[in-house]
């Protein structure tokens, strides 16, 4: 005689995710470990990394800026080292391996995506190491002329003389020339003065040196000189050379303007000429009567326009 055993009961699987044992083991355990170690490691890190970056920054003689940046990307890897610890910690590491294939697509698509906006953040990057210029120095591009205003990690933004804001990708500023004329502690500057031809060019010589002595601003060491640089229709050249301390815009447009009218004056007093080129429109002009049209005629043979550059 055949005994049949009736099948075995299972327990369905709805019934297993909501056992309490399976709960605490599968789903609360994890989750504590997971935010313990989370917690832990990001504490540790902000402790120990960030105030070494920070350290290492000043040592090395870097400006606020690059600490800030230096601080801010300590701050983000302490993040990622935290979360894949914690990931590991609490035995998720297929998710660290799944997240990690899925990150380097989506980095590589954002990648193909964004390289203007890449190139710009590596190149604030460059700029905020290298210095070629600081916040608040005077720079020229092109036809971008003005004061740094703000250093970003994709922008520089320039505030122009005439009080604009110019927004310049840091691309631009990094790969291309640039003049930062307050770089140095002095800054030399030239202006040409014409004279005639019939005055004396060691007079005006002399007159030229000592207003330039007179002048707040400009430096005795280096000395101002003077050099004969053109021989115009109308006048000698004489271009000044003189060096100015602690350079800005507003000093070099005080201390040129200052040394221009001060010569001028002086020049004035002392009978120099200043001369300018004109023109001059020769001839004769003959009126005729009836039906003969209005003519205007030229006498002697004369060309009718004659310039004339010594006064």
């Known amino acids: ?103 380097g697509a989506i980095a590589l698509a954002v990648g193909f995506a964004a390289q203007d906006i890449l190139s710009n953040f590596v190149a604030g990057i460059f700029i905020l190491k290298d210095k070629p210029f600081q916040v608040g120095d005077w720079v020229e591009q092109g036809d971008i002329v003005g004061r740094v205003e703000d250093i970003d990690l994709r922008v520089t933004r320039i505030r122009t003389f005439d009080n604009e804001r110019i927004t310049v990708p840091n691309s631009e500023l990094a790969n291309n ?41 400009i430096r005795s060491d280096p000395p101002t000189s003077i050099r004969v640089t053109e021989l115009a229709d109308s006048y000698v050249g004489l271009q000044s050379r003189f060096w100015i301390g602690e350079p800005s815009r507003s000093d070099l447009v005080r201390v040129q303007s200052d040394f221009v009218q001060a010569v001028k004056e002086r020049f004035d007093a002392e009978g120099i000429d200043m001369p300018y080129p004109y023109r001059q429109l020769t001839g004769d002009l003959t009126l005729r009567t009836g039906d003969e049209p209005l003519s205007t005629a030229l006498q002697d043979g004369g060309s009718g326009l004659e310039e004339q550059g010594d006064r």
């Not at 004329?181 to 007159?207: C, M, N, S, W």
């Open 1 to 103: 005689m055949v005994v049949q055993t009736p099948p075995a009961q299972t327990m369905p699987l709805q019934n297993n995710l909501f056992n309490p044992q399976t709960i605490l083991s599968d789903f609360i355990i994890p989750a504590a470990i997971f935010i313990v170690t989370l917690i832990g490691v990001y504490l540790l890190g902000r402790t120990i990394l960030i105030p070494l970056v920070s350290r290492v920054l000043d040592r090395q003689g870097h400006d606020p800026s690059v600490k800030s940046l230096g601080e801010n990307i300590a701050g983000i890897a302490v993040w990622l080292i935290a979360i894949a610890v914690a990931f590991t910690v609490a035995g998720f590491g297929s998710v660290i391996a799944a997240f990690g294939v899925f990150a």
């Open 177 to 217: 020339p640039l003049t930062n004329p307050v770089a140095y502690d002095t800054l030399r500057q030239k202006f040409v003065f014409g004279i005639g031809y019939e005055d004396d060019i060691d007079h005006a010589k002399d007159v030229i040196l000592e207003e330039a002595e007179k002048i707040d601003g």
